[in-house]
């Protein structure tokens, strides 16, 4: 049962309205038919709306938040402007062409009988011919004369007095390289020398400003650049070391050295060649051969050590006396090698030429030991099978044929030039170029009768022995006071250009005129038969 007040009761308030609600409270009891203020009665239900949500709804509160605004842009492009445009020819007008007769077959066929047999003659003697032979259409512009294109030389090495003592061209055919040292008497074994190579290809070439040069601590008497590697050069020096650079790294040059030790040769090396390995075509070693009397084949190892590989040596009681010899003497037995070259048909066959005056003929597949009393790591063999006649001096340089398997050419101190043949022992012919050393000989490697010489009147000879077999077709001056031309080489990729040094710490580099390199008809028969005739 719900109780209910009045409104007006319910606004009673104090202690009034306490104590009237006390009262009758107390009344109440006495039971339900004792009348009071207050009185039972049912009614409805009284409902009051809760306020605390309506609170709390009020103090809620809204918030948002906003990126920044997003900057938008927006840009057109245009492609090009096209024309086009329209062209017509002329309206052709219509050829008359001239009418053909027809051919008349029987007389066409009754012609060719005719002449059939001439035009078969003809032509077999055309194929017979040898006209042509070796003819090599050349589009280069034709050079009359023997001209001088460079004259190269390093400042510093010409101040100390040397000379040029070796040339060499690169296997691109761009880069010329040389050797100062001395060749003359006096003490100047711990002279120091350089290398240097200039490229002529480059723009604004210095004549006297070198692409390259290496310090060398010796005199360097020799030098040969790698047949495949342009840059890589190797030198033997004055000491008997054997070393090889890149001539690309100017800060460390250095690949290998021999050093100073028990294999190393004991007397100037006077030649150095590299060589393709026997089982690696594509690798090669360097061959060097010194006063010593020793052949020395190395190869590259760690630590910049060019290790020995192979050598030979050459013993007095060794040599092959196909022909008289000077005794040595008491006591000599080794035999000073001076120039070594090596045959274009057969890899293992080379030439030396001796302090003795008398070229060898020797071979890198010798299995007989040596004997000497020189120490060495590995067995030394004795290479020498055949001894041809002697010069009037020490031989300074050999050259063998490229066109010819049993042709080589010598110089010597006596100022001859000697032609040889593998299968005799006596020259062929000799040929009188100065009456001083001559220092250097080569063949042209593209004309199979001219060669060039090196002489101590200061001059470079070039001979045609199809012109003549007894004067120079060419000779011109390399140094104005006859000072000695000590070294030259051909250029075998460029090959109108051939470059020679002299005892004035210069190198000229020469071009050839055309005489020099067009290979003649028939020359190569011609050389065959001067090779034949006389070694008949």
């Known amino acids: 049962m719900a ?49 605390w949500r309506g609170v709390q709804g009020i103090r809620g509160e809204t918030k948002s938040c906003q990126t920044a605004s997003i900057t938008t842009a927006e840009a057109s492009v245009q492609a090009r402007k096209h024309v086009d445009a329209e062209v017509q020819t002329e309206i052709p007008e219509p050829v008359s062409l001239p009418s053909v007769p027809r051919y008349n077959g029987p007389r066409l066929a009754a012609f060719l009988r005719k002449v059939e047999a001439m035009v078969t003659r003809e032509l077999n003697k055309n ?19 023997v001209t001088c294109l460079h004259t190269l030389s390093y400042p510093p090495a010409q101040g100390q007095g040397l000379h040029v003592t070796g040339v060499s061209w690169n296997s691109t055919g761009s880069v010329v390289a040389c050797a100062y040292g001395r060749l003359d008497d006096g003490d100047w ?41 342009p840059s890589h050069v190797a030198g ?83 040599l092959p006396r196909n022909t008289k010899l000077k005794k040595p003497s008491r006591g000599e037995t080794e035999v000073g090698a001076t120039a070594v070259a090596f045959s274009s048909f057969d890899p293992s066959l080379f030439v030396l030429g001796t302090e003795g005056g008398f070229p ?10 040596a004997v000497t009393r020189m120490p060495s790591s590995v067995p030394l063999r004795a290479p020498a099978q055949f001894t041809f006649a002697p010069h009037g001096g020490p031989v300074y340089s050999v050259s063998c044929s490229p066109f010819h398997r049993n042709l080589f050419l010598s110089a010597g101190t006596d100022g001859h030039v000697h032609l040889y043949s593998m299968l005799q022992a006596q020259p062929l012919t000799s040929l009188q170029l100065s009456h001083k050393y001559l220092f250097a000989v080569r063949w042209s490697p593209v004309r199979p009768l001219v060669f060039a010489a090196a002489s101590g ?24 006071d006859e000072s000695p031309v000590y070294c030259l ?23 050839l005129s055309s005489e020099f390199t067009e290979q003649g008809a028939r020359e190569t028969e011609h050389l065959d038969q001067l090779a034949s005739e006389v070694a008949s």
């Open 189 to 229: 074994s711990t002279l120091r020398s350089f290398v240097c190579a200039w490229n002529l290809d480059r723009r604004g070439l210095s004549p006297q400003q070198p692409s390259a040069v290496v310090e060398v601590p010796s005199a360097a008497m020799c030098l040969a650049f790698h047949p495949t590697r």
């Open 236 to 318: 033997g020096l004055y000491s008997g070391e054997v070393l090889v650079w890149d001539m690309s790294r100017p800060e460390d040059p250095l690949l290998w050295r021999t050093g100073l030790m028990d294999d190393t040769h004991t007397d100037p090396v006077y030649q150095v060649v590299w060589l393709p390995e026997p089982r690696h075509s594509h690798r090669f070693q360097v061959l060097s051969v010194a006063a010593d009397g020793k052949v020395l084949l190395w190869q590259g190892a760690g630590a910049g050590r060019l290790q020995l590989s192979a050598g030979f040596a050459l013993a007095v009681q060794q």
């Open 127 to 145: 194929w017979q011919s040898h006209a042509f032979d070796g003819f090599e259409v050349n589009w280069a512009e034709q050079q009359q004369t």
């Open 360 to 369: 060898l003929k020797c071979s890198l597949t010798a299995e007989d030991a």
């Open 457 to 480: 009147e200061g001059d470079v000879q070039l001979f045609d022995l199809q012109k003549s077999s007894q004067k120079p077709a060419v000779s011109v001056r390399q140094t104005e």
């Open 489 to 511: 080489e051909f250029n075998c990729q460029q090959t109108q250009l051939l470059a020679a040094g002299d005892a004035k710490g210069t190198v000229k580099v020469w071009q």
């Open 3 to 51: 109780t209910s007040a009045q409104p007006g009761q319910l606004g009673l308030a104090g202690s009034a309205g306490a104590e009237a609600l006390a009262t009758s409270g107390t009344a109440s009891t006495e039971g339900p038919e004792r009348p009071g203020p207050l009185q039972d009665e049912t009614l409805g239900v009284a409902s009051v709306p809760s306020q």
